[in-house]
């Protein structure tokens, strides 16, 4: 299940590195000056008419859909807005009910820092379809912008939504131009592969790193006792069977689920055919606002009950991407792994997803920006960096302030060492 080669690679470049849609008001963009040419004559370039300006309409879109982490996906479809002049890297701001936002559009959510706000143009895995989704990585647009909050709720799908006074889900959503290419940054962050669910496109991987399934094998965690994955159950993906048989073969006894309600759960397709579904399982039914006191909450629930059942233990969300992650990372931290050993394990998923390497450009800025930059702000310090830091330390600390005993924080440690 590990790719001893990659896994060499990674190490050895991180301790180098060390580490519908309408036209209504319109904002002018002043064009580039032309440059002197010849007579049209005497050039085959199309004619340029100097002293104009090119103009973005203003776009009026509607609330197509809210998600479960906060994010608002759009009537207007990317297409449209790329016809009416607007595309990745531009900045934009975006106006709802009393409340306005400036982004940059982007085509994944880490094109951005945690925390940040993007407009996303992206394939969802649920309807196979392009849609344009108001977002902040790592965070909750919605309650950010005033317009509402969350509730996460038993019955499918998992959330309600509470809107604030005077907004409701036919509120307009106004979008104009602020700058054309102004998102400098875009290029650093921008993955050059799209991550797809077919198998055939991930021929050179094998089918648990095509799942996304992985031992954490860090310094301090047993072998063999902790595994992480995208999600087993969930068809969307085009991966649950291949976690479901990987999960069975590493003969894993409980799951945290992160992502799922227990009524969402069970009602996946051939649920109780699964290998899942004999284990020992908790739905947690986690957003993405890694903040936020209800992800905190449901954090400690989920490492109580790893420790109050048998290992090996599997903890995975949909992608097991960035819920995953951040969870896995904070156990490698408490047991003893360093700096490096947690973005290698982190980063393994943009080579699964995006077959992204450790000697690509945007491997560090990815890091960086993502885990690195999660964690500091978890534990409360400046950068893992810092000549000194005990992530050991730091990581016991942080499951102490979202609510768990020491006697809850050995017995843990107890079942991963």
Not at 247 to 258: D, S, Y
Not at 373 to 377: F, G, N, P, S, V
């Given at each position: 299940m590990k790719?001893?080669?990659?896994?060499?690679?990674?190490?050895?470049?991180?301790?180098?590195?060390?580490?519908?849609a309408c036209a209504i008001p319109q904002v002018s963009i002043p064009a580039a000056p032309?440059?002197?040419?010849?007579t049209a004559a005497e050039t085959a370039e199309p004619d340029v008419v100097e002293d104009t300006d090119v103009t973005i309409p203003e776009i009026e879109a509607g609330i197509e859909e809210v998600?479960?982490?906060?994010?608002i996906q759009l009537t207007v479809s990317p297409d449209t807005m790329r016809e009416m002049g607007y595309e990745p890297a531009d900045i934009i701001l975006v106006r709802i009910g009393d409340s306005e936002m400036e982004m940059p559009i982007g085509t994944a959510y880490s094109d951005v820092d945690n925390g940040k706000p993007l407009c996303c143009f992206k394939v969802s895995s649920a309807d196979g379809l392009e849609h344009a989704t108001l977002s902040i990585n790592y965070g909750n647009l919605l309650e950010a912008m005033g317009l509402g909050t969350i509730?996460?709720?038993d019955a499918d799908p998992g959330f309600e939504v509470v809107w604030a006074d005077g907004i409701d889900e036919s509120v307009p959503v106004y979008i104009s131009m602020v700058e054309k290419q102004g998102y400098t940054e875009y290029e650093l962050h921008k993955l050059t592969a799209v991550r797809t669910n077919e198998r055939a496109d991930y021929a050179k991987l094998t089918d648990e790193e095509y799942a996304n399934f992985r031992e954490v094998d860090t310094s301090g965690i047993k072998p063999g006792i902790l595994f992480r994955s995208s999600s087993p159950i969930d068809p969307s993906l085009n991966r649950n069977a291949e976690a479901d048989a990987a999960?069975?073969?590493?003969?894993?006894?409980?799951?945290?689920?992160?992502t799922d309600n227990a009524e969402g759960m069970k009602a996946y397709?051939?649920?109780?055919?699964?290998?899942?579904?004999?284990?020992?399982?908790?739905?947690?039914?986690?957003?993405m606002d890694f903040f936020a006191e209800d992800f905190k909450e449901r954090l400690a629930e989920g490492f109580r009950f790893m420790a109050a059942n048998p290992g090996p233990y599997l903890i995975h969300c949909k992608e097991g991407k960035d819920r995953t992650g951040f969870a896995a990372a904070i156990l490698e931290c408490l047991m003893g792994a360093n700096t490096t050993e947690v973005v290698r394990d982190f980063m393994l998923t943009f080579y699964n997803f995006y077959d992204l390497s450790p000697d690509s450009e945007q491997y560090m800025q990815i890091a960086d920006s993502n885990i690195k930059?999660?964690?500091?702000?978890a534990f409360g310090i400046a950068s893992l960096d810092d000549e000194g830091i005990d992530l050991s330390a730091c990581a016991e600390n942080y499951l102490k302030e979202i609510g768990m005993t020491d006697e809850e924080i050995q017995a843990l440690k107890d079942c991963l060492q």
């Open positions: 790719n001893a080669k990659l896994a060499v690679m990674i190490t050895a470049v991180l301790t180098a590195a060390s580490i519908s032309a440059a002197e040419t010849e998600k479960k982490a906060g994010n509730n996460k709720i999960l069975l073969a590493a003969g894993v006894k409980t799951i945290v689920n992160m397709s051939d649920y109780e055919l699964t290998a899942y579904s004999d284990c020992n399982i908790i739905a947690l039914n986690m957003g930059k999660t964690l500091a702000e």
